[in-house]
């Protein structure tokens, strides 16, 4: 029988992650530099990073001359981050609750973490409303439709309390929770993490070629990754 999970096994998993990987339990600062392009921050602003991990993308933004925040349900993340984005301020708390008032935010992100909330609607939710009326959202979450998984015999990162949707599901949840949504882009990261010469085996060489051209060439229904940048939802007079 199938023990229901708590939201302590959750941060639990998450705390021993952290505790183990360290700062390498997810992507490297350079995957977190590029986010820039899709939110060109500003100077001086105030940036929300909602589940920010190891803290790089804090870090680039502390780079950027902005006011940086960051809250996550890991402790052992958030100690991780206060390494990392010594200027930031940093939060353990849920992403269903923000700790924040309301419309503060230039910029609020939440990148590979909304998929794994208690309650995603509610995660949408507060991050409209900490969120001001001329802000930049920027949210990616992972495709239930992915080429890579239909391959394999199950779906998904294999994280703990992950919700899977494809990409026009994912697009009703944040307009239903009051975002409008300006662009959507792939995730290509994986593929710079694709070397051709990583040995000397030319079949090797051959199946990685072949990878990094369906990355090129994947269409967005297929992608492995959505990256919404979003405004928030005007409200009516």
Known sequence: MKVALTKKDVKDYYDSLHREEKEKTWRPFEAYRLMDKYLNMEKRKKILDIGCGTGYLLKTAELKGLFTYG?????????????????SELIVADGEKLPFCDACFDYVTCLGSLEHFWD???????????????????????????????????????????????????????????????????DKWLRKEIHFFQDKNPVGFLIRLFFKLCWWFLPLNWAYQFIFVCNKMPTKS
């Open 71 to 87: 809250i996550d349900i890991s402790k052992e993340a958030v100690d991780i981050s206060k390494t990392i984005a010594k200027n």
């Open 120 to 186: 995603v609607n509610e995660g949408v939710k507060d991050i409209v409303r900490v969120s001001r009326n001329d802000a930049v959202i920027c949210v990616m979450v992972p495709n239930a439709n992915f080429l890579g998984w239909k391959f394999r015999k199950s779906k998904g990162t294999g994280q703990i309390n992950e919700f899977l949707f494809d990409l026009n599901r994912w697009s009703r949840i944040l307009e239903k929770k009051g975002l409008v949504i300006r662009k959507v882009y792939q």
